[in-house]
T-cell receptor
Framework: QQQVKQSPQSLIVQKGGISIINCAYENTAFDYFPWYQQFPGKGPALLIA?????SEKKEGRFTISFNKSAKQFSLHIMDSQPGDSATYFC????????????FGTGTRLQVTL | IAGITQAPTSQILAAGRRMTLRCTQDMRHNAMYWYRQDLGLGLRLIHY???????GKGEVPDGYSVSRANTDDFPLTLASAVPSQTSVYFCASSVDSVRDTQYFGPGTRLTVL
């Protein structure tokens, strides 16, 4: 049972464009939604995270939008750069249960010149 | 400060052999995790440990065992490897099982023939 569904599987965006990755979750108990970034040959690293008390969180060029009623959240990368080319994973858990972090299947982003 | 180290970096193993993947962290984190990463399936939790001396089963524990004798080390053992265990394995840690940010190691690429 896949509790966090992520799309698209892959994405190609031109430099300067907006990259958008979407995730949907099923478990209404989830209240912590992080995004991880993974470069080839490296382990995932936390990029940005949101809790459902806000609908949007922005850190630099990265923004999470959260829609609690639709049980969806998305990552927006503004002014995408070639250095953003990586695989992005959304995840979800219930606060305080770090061992129950459920990951999406990942989106491979390629930013072209 | 190394963070999380994993060894070996990669390994080719004959089916039926025993293998231990090593994970060491120097951040004095209480909680540690083992994930496997497979294309199209994202990251799936194998086992976790909330604190030294305790372990728990994740989503895909069959065929794997772990131990947590001290805070720093969290080895993962495949008692009798099978080809379906071919994967990239990531060790991660968090301050504790309540605070959700997980920090990942560089991974071990394991091939079982």
């Amino acid at each position: 049972q896949q509790q966090v569904k992520q799309s698209p599987q892959s994405l190609i965006v031109q430099k300067g464009g907006i990259s958008i990755i979407n995730c949907a979750y099923e478990n209404t108990a989830f209240d912590y939604f992080p995004w991880y970034q993974q470069f080839p040959g490296k382990g995932p690293a936390l990029l940005i995270a949101i809790r459902p008390d806000v609908s949007e969180k922005k850190e630099g060029r990265f923004t999470i939008s959260f829609n609690k009623s639709a049980k969806q959240f998305s990552l927006h990368i503004m002014d995408s750069q070639p250095g953003d080319s990586a695989t992005y994973f959304c995840a979800a858990s219930k606060t305080g249960t770090a061992s129950k972090l459920t990951f999406g299947t990942g989106t491979r982003l390629q930013v072209t010149l | 400060i190394a963070g999380i180290t994993q060894a070996p970096t990669s390994q080719i193993l004959a089916a039926g052999r025993r293998m231990t993947l090593r994970c060491t962290q120097d951040m004095r984190h209480n909680a540690m995790y083992w994930y496997r990463q497979d294309l199209g399936l994202g990251l799936r939790l194998i086992h976790y440990s909330n604190t030294a001396g305790t372990t728990g089963k994740g989503e895909v524990p069959d065929g794997y065992s772990v131990s947590r004798a001290n805070t720093d080390d969290f080895p993962l053992t495949l008692a009798s490897a099978v080809p379906s265990q071919t994967s990239v394995y990531f060790c991660a840690s968090s301050v504790d099982s309540v605070r959700d940010t997980q920090y990942f190691g560089p991974g071990t690429r394991l091939t079982v023939l």
